[in-house]
């Protein structure tokens, strides 16, 4: 793993040391299966640099993320070509978070990189429940034969979790067999929230690991996306919902997909370092 002391940045507000943390940033610069547009490799070193300007002050929580613990471990050095060995690392790396008692926060890379914290925090946790917001259903059994791929990440998921775990929201793209398959094997919503708030009463306060893929959100606000997919939710709408779970108990959280090559006019990068804040300030 590289040092934060070699990388030039760390998340605006991000101070506190290791052992006093409560909430570990890490990020996974993964995108060796992206089918589309790849380049969200790039998103935590950009999402570190851009964070520097914006305010560490939530206006909307009333809370500062300097006077909150979080460390900003810098990023796993991944195998560009070999997604079992990133995951292995991934896997490893978010066990040994979750071994000394924090919460892990995982900034992509492409989707497939929720599976190997997903299995750490399953690995710890009984009865480890998915909240997945996300344009795509992630529910293909293999993509171009391969099973592990960001298109077939929640599939695998649920080899882990088994029926009525896992919980979806925002999604408006797949195959009409991946719809079909969720009938039966997730709690599927589409296009927006609705449901957000029985499927919390339903999780109760079993353990959540939340997993944001930001082309949840319309391409209008985040076209910086590998496969943007038009008629999203709003941030409003997304910051809402991430209210409403982090009353959940949330022991791991990742975002992904966020693609600054793509992001032509930075809005996007903007968008990803404010929704960041919020999360970590609720976590
Ligand atoms: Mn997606």
């Known amino acids: 793993m590289r040092n934060m002391q070699n990388q030039k940045y760390a998340f605006i507000g991000c101070q506190s040391e290791y052992k006093g943390s409560r909430i570990v940033l890490f990020g996974a610069p993964f995108d060796g299966t992206s089918s589309y547009r790849a380049g969200s490799r790039s998103a935590p070193s950009s999402i570190r640099m851009e964070s520097q300007g914006i305010e560490t002050y939530s206006p909307y929580l009333g809370k500062d993320l300097a006077e909150t613990a979080v460390f900003?471990?810098?990023?796993?050095?991944?195998?560009?070509g070999n997604a079992r060995q990133a995951l292995r690392i991934i896997r490893k790396n978010t066990a040994s978070i979750l071994d000394d008692g924090k919460k892990p926060f995982m900034i992509g890379g492409e989707h497939l990189v929720t599976l190997g914290a997903f299995e750490a925090a399953a690995e710890k946790y009984q009865d480890l429940c998915l909240i997945h917001f996300d344009a795509?259903?992630?529910?293909?059994?293999?993509?171009?034969?391969?099973?592990?791929?960001?298109?077939?990440?929640?599939?695998?998921?649920?080899?882990?979790?088994?029926?009525?775990?896992?919980?979806?929201?925002?999604?408006?793209?797949?195959?009409k067999e991946e719809?079909?398959?969720?009938?039966?094997?997730?709690?599927?919503?589409?296009?927006?929230?609705?449901?957000?708030?029985?499927?919390?009463?339903?999780?109760?306060?079993?353990?959540?690991?939340?997993?944001?893929?930001?082309?949840?959100?319309?391409?209008?606000?985040?076209?910086?996306?590998?496969?943007?997919?038009?008629?999203?939710?709003?941030?409003?709408?997304?910051?809402?919902?991430?209210?409403?779970?982090?009353?959940?108990?949330?022991?791991?959280?990742?975002?992904?997909?966020?693609?600054?090559?793509?992001?032509?006019?930075?809005?996007?990068?903007?968008?990803?370092?404010?929704?960041?804040?919020?999360?970590?300030?609720?976590?």
């Open 179 to 283: 719809f079909e398959w969720a009938k039966k094997h997730t709690c599927l919503t589409r296009f927006n929230f609705g449901g957000l708030s029985e499927a919390i009463q339903k999780i109760k306060d079993k353990p959540v690991y939340l997993t944001i893929d930001f082309d949840v959100l319309d391409p209008s606000e985040m076209p910086g996306t590998g496969t943007p997919e038009a008629g999203g939710v709003r941030y409003k709408e997304l910051f809402d919902a991430i209210r409403a779970v982090s009353a959940c108990n949330v022991v791991a959280c990742d975002v992904v997909e966020l693609c600054p090559p793509l992001d032509n006019s930075g809005i996007s990068v903007a968008l990803a370092c404010k929704l960041l804040r919020e999360i970590l300030l609720q976590l």
């Open 136 to 175: 795509h259903t992630d529910l293909r059994e293999d993509y171009l034969g391969e099973k592990l791929s960001h298109a077939t990440v929640v599939k695998r998921i649920w080899e882990i979790t088994g029926d009525n775990r896992i919980f979806q929201f925002g999604i408006r793209s797949g195959m």
């Open 72 to 80: 900003d471990r810098g990023d796993l050095e991944l195998p560009m």
